[in-house]
């Protein structure tokens, strides 16, 4: 099993940042890689980012590329999601998320076998 615990999360004004942290434990040898998506009130889960813990490679939504960055430390078992720019269409409840083997649809919650209790993002206009 993986533990998964976010923080970072608050309340920002629009136009500024935050920075959130994913801590993992547990069997993480057995991860391959990590994701952040997000839920807003009355909306599905949301794909958001990934990073393989090996390479590095990272994956991003449309709406967050440029202005979101994912990051690991492997060393710490840690995932980070920095977001900048934001907006208040951003606002949601943030999630980690880990994944066991390699997928082509990296996109979707399917691909995640762990997943973190989530932490309040909400921008202000």
């Known amino acids: 099993q993986v533990q998964l615990v976010e923080s970072g999360g608050g309340l920002v004004q629009a136009g500024g940042s935050l920075r959130l942290s994913c801590a993992a434990s547990?069997?993480?040898?057995?991860?391959?890689?990590m994701g952040w998506f997000r839920q807003a009130p009355g909306k599905e889960r949301e794909f958001v980012a990934r990073?393989?813990?090996?390479?590095?490679?990272?994956y991003y939504a449309d709406s967050v590329k440029g202005r979101f960055t994912i990051s690991r430390d492997n060393a710490k078992n840690m995932a980070y999601l920095q977001m900048n720019s934001l907006k208040p269409e951003d606002t949601a409840v943030y999630y980690c998320?880990?994944?066991?083997?390699?997928?082509?649809?990296?996109?979707?919650?399917?691909?995640?076998?762990?997943w973190g209790q989530g932490t309040q993002v909400t921008v202000s206009s």
């Open positions: 547990g069997r993480t040898y057995t991860t391959y890689a």
């Open positions: 990073i393989r813990w090996s390479t590095g490679r990272t």
């Open positions: 998320a880990a994944g066991k083997s390699y997928s082509s649809s990296y996109y979707a919650t399917m691909a995640y076998d762990y």
